[in-house]
T-cell receptor, first 113, second 114 residues
Framework: DGGITQSPKYLFRKEGQNVTLSCEQNLNHDAMYWYRQDPGQGLRLIYYSQIVNDFQKGDIAEGYSVSREKKESFPLTVTSAQKNPTAFYLC????????????FGSGTRLTVV | AQKITQTQPGMFVQEKEAVTLDCTYDTSDPSYGLFWYKQPSSGEMIFLIYQGSYDQQNATEGRYSLNFQKARKSANLVISASQLGDSAMYFCAMRETIGGKLIFGQGTELSVKP
């Protein structure tokens, strides 16, 4: 079955460490996105990519980095520069140029300890 | 700039009754899509319903319907015959056709009482 896989489901990080969240899709979607969700709040866009080897900053990109070396994969690195990284992270993908919505992964819950 | 507003942080509804979740939006793009997603406590985002800006009729999907009032820029979700399993966060979202980014409102937490 086609879909988006995020791993791990739960992640714990010590302060000062970088950590990478995985996102893989087999839907043949061109575009991929990373969102951050804080408790009781909506989703905020971190980074997005509409084509391999290209990506753009979203609304809250500071302290994060991404790469898009393959169409299927869009990993997110939470760097030590991100001051408050504890949150729920959702990856999504979509077809470019259509008004239709996204397919979401099941999310990664990151906690700084 | 596009914006989505959900003014109801929390709502209660009695089981088997209907409930309306409010959503207003702002965009200068004449072509856009409006969406509602359900997020249970597990965190997954479940697509519920879609309305295109040029669609003449309100969208319906089973017990979900979208009350689309273009002139008022509102896209309210109506859930009929509420069930206990409807208890969740509900997000309204909008996507401009050009650019394609999906932006979300703050969400409404719906609690269905038995």
């Amino acid at each position: 079955d086609g879909g988006i896989t995020q791993s791990p489901k739960y992640l714990f990080r010590k302060e000062g460490q970088n950590v990478t969240l995985s996102c893989e899709q087999n839907l043949n979607h061109d575009a991929m996105y990373w969102y951050r969700q804080d408790p009781g709040q909506g989703l905020r866009l971190i980074y997005y990519s509409q084509i391999v080897n290209d990506f753009q900053k979203g609304d809250i990109a500071e302290g994060y980095s991404v790469s898009r070396e393959k169409k299927e994969s869009f990993p997110l690195t939470v760097t030590s520069a991100q001051k408050n990284p504890t949150a729920f992270y959702l990856c999504a993908s979509s077809i470019v140029g259509t008004p239709y919505g996204y397919t979401f992964g099941s999310g990664t819950r990151l906690t700084v300890v | 700039a596009q914006k989505i507003t959900q003014t109801q942080p929390g709502m209660f509804v009695q089981e088997k009754e209907a409930v309306t979740l409010d959503c207003t939006y702002d965009t200068s793009d004449p072509s856009y899509g409006l969406f509602w997603y359900k997020q249970p406590s597990s965190g997954e985002m479940i697509f519920l319903i879609y309305q295109g800006s040029y669609d003449q009729q309100n969208a319906t999907e089973g017990r979900y319907s979208l009350n689309f009032q273009k002139a008022r820029k509102s896209a309210n979700l109506v859930i009929s015959a509420s069930q206990l399993g409807d208890s969740a966060m509900y997000f309204c979202a909008m996507r401009e056709t050009i650019g394609g980014k999906l932006i979300f409102g703050q969400g409404t937490e719906l609690s269905v009482k038995p």
